[in-house]
């Protein structure tokens, strides 16, 4: 593999923090190769949002007092094209990664997806295997675009289901979305072997805590695997508050009061979610503990926005901007060695941990001053 050093004198000032500039002009980065960060940790997983708009208006991530008639989403100018993502994917696949997942807003939202889908299909890791491409989704076109998805080379799908009580649901999502239509969407990806499929539900105290054993009542036996998500502190207008979490340690133990459940080990190194397995052979869930049980120490997720700004955390408030680069400036074109050459830079210098931080501070502490993170609906979750 080369280790071309590229010179990027220049090449980034006004795109990313001036620190950064004057970093890059001193101290060129191999173009190609793996990475790690000031933390040891490699670069393995990439999330590239494919829109910031979203039919549901969940108050976790959306709540439409915000994101209602007058806000300003993103004009279709600003977005990278098809084109552009498959080319920094390419340059992030030749520096590591293994997996992306195709994230928004919701990402079956983006028109024509599955050409971008074929595209990165065809992309192959450093060690020669096919790339693990997935996707998460609130599954309300997933009927309609399971077999199109899959035949265009989709692996599998995470989908994003909150309660089986309807009620509850299209209280949660605030578009009276019911939960008969995201099963069909399930049953679905089932039928088409869009496998394993993951269903993520986040947990709110007071809001749908009483779901977690009729979810895992429903999902039990069917080898797609719940996974119960620790309601986060992502962005700046869901209002979060700790007396909300409910932390995974008893949701594994209200679980386990009906249907025991036993640890199993990580598929990997980097997983975000715990993993257990109910003792009666009905399958396998898993929790998200990112309030209580930060997993920082081995966060390999790097995150491209849909107007192509690098994030190296989910709660980070400042990105990288890499369309800058793609499309030019001041009439300069860069090749894809230079783009992998700042990719590498700003890797390398990574050190975010924020769950980490803030679970070794008071509750009500603020972490990065009075800078405003990024929303996930702009970066995906
Ligand atoms: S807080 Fe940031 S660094 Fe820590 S696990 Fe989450 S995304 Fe990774």
């Known amino acids: 593999m080369s280790t071309r050093i590229i010179p990027i004198l220049n090449l980034l000032s006004g795109q990313l923090t001036s620190k950064l500039a004057a970093d890059l002009a001193t101290q060129p980065f191999p173009a190609k190769g793996l990475l790690t960060d000031t933390l040891a940790r490699p670069l393995r997983d990439l999330r590239i949002s494919v829109t910031d708009r979203c039919n549901?208006?969940?108050?976790?991530?959306?709540?439409?007092?915000?994101?209602?008639?007058?806000?300003?989403?993103?004009?279709?100018?600003?977005?990278?094209?098809?084109?552009?993502?498959?080319?920094?994917?390419?340059?992030?696949?030749?520096?590591?990664?293994?997996?992306?997942?195709?994230?928004?807003?919701?990402?079956?939202?983006?028109?024509?997806?599955?050409?971008?889908?074929?595209?990165?299909?065809?992309?192959?890791?450093?060690?020669?295997?096919?790339?693990?491409?997935?996707?998460?989704?609130?599954?309300?076109?997933?009927?309609?675009?399971?077999?199109?998805?899959?035949?265009?080379?989709?692996?599998?799908?995470?989908?994003?289901?909150?309660?089986?009580?309807?009620?509850?649901?299209?209280?949660?999502?605030?578009?009276?979305?019911?939960?008969?239509?995201?099963?069909?969407?399930?049953?679905?990806?089932?039928?088409?072997?869009?496998?394993?499929?993951?269903?993520?539900?986040?947990?709110?105290?007071?809001?749908?805590?009483?779901?977690?054993?009729?979810?895992?009542?429903?999902?039990?036996?069917?080898?797609?695997?719940?996974?119960?998500?620790?309601?986060?502190?992502?962005?700046?207008?869901?209002?979060?508050?700790?007396?909300?979490?409910l932390p995974s340690a008893q949701v594994i133990e209200s679980i386990n009061a009906e249907f025991p459940v036993e640890p199993i080990d990580a598929n990997y190194l980097g997983e975000t979610a715990e993993r257990w397995r109910y003792a009666d052979g009905g399958g396998e869930i898993g929790v998200i503990s990112s309030v209580t049980q930060a997993f920082c120490s081995d966060c390999n997720r790097a995150r491209l926005s849909t107007e192509g700004k690098l994030f190296l955390c989910l709660f980070a408030s400042q990105g990288h901007d890499l369309r800058a680069l793609l499309r030019g400036n001041n009439n300069e074109i860069y090749s894809d060695d230079q783009i992998a050459s700042a990719v590498g830079h700003i890797w390398h210098k990574r050190d975010d941990r924020y769950s980490e931080l803030r679970a070794a501070m008071p509750a009500d502490a603020q972490i990065g001053g009075e800078k405003k993170r990024v929303e996930m609906s702009y970066i995906g979750g």
């Open 56 to 245: 549901f208006r969940c108050s976790y991530c959306m709540p439409s007092e915000v994101f209602n008639k007058n806000y300003a989403f993103l004009p279709q100018t600003s977005l990278l094209n098809f084109e552009e993502i498959a080319r920094l994917a390419r340059i992030f696949v030749a520096h590591g990664v293994e997996k992306i997942r195709l994230t928004g807003g919701e990402p079956l939202l983006r028109k024509n997806l599955e050409v971008l889908i074929e595209m990165l299909a065809k992309m192959t890791t450093v060690a020669g295997k096919p790339l693990d491409i997935t996707l998460t989704t609130n599954a309300s076109l997933l009927a309609k675009k399971a077999q199109s998805l899959k035949d265009a080379g989709l692996q599998r799908v995470t989908v994003s289901l909150d309660a089986m009580d309807d009620a509850i649901f299209r209280r949660m999502n605030d578009v009276d979305f019911p939960v008969a239509d995201v099963l069909r969407g399930i049953e679905a990806a089932n039928k088409v072997g869009l496998l394993p499929i993951k269903i993520n539900m986040v947990v709110k105290r007071g809001t749908n805590d009483r779901e977690i054993l009729p979810m895992a009542r429903h999902f039990r036996h069917t080898g797609n695997v719940l996974r119960l998500i620790e309601y986060m502190d992502v962005g700046a207008t869901n209002g979060w508050r700790m007396d909300e979490v």
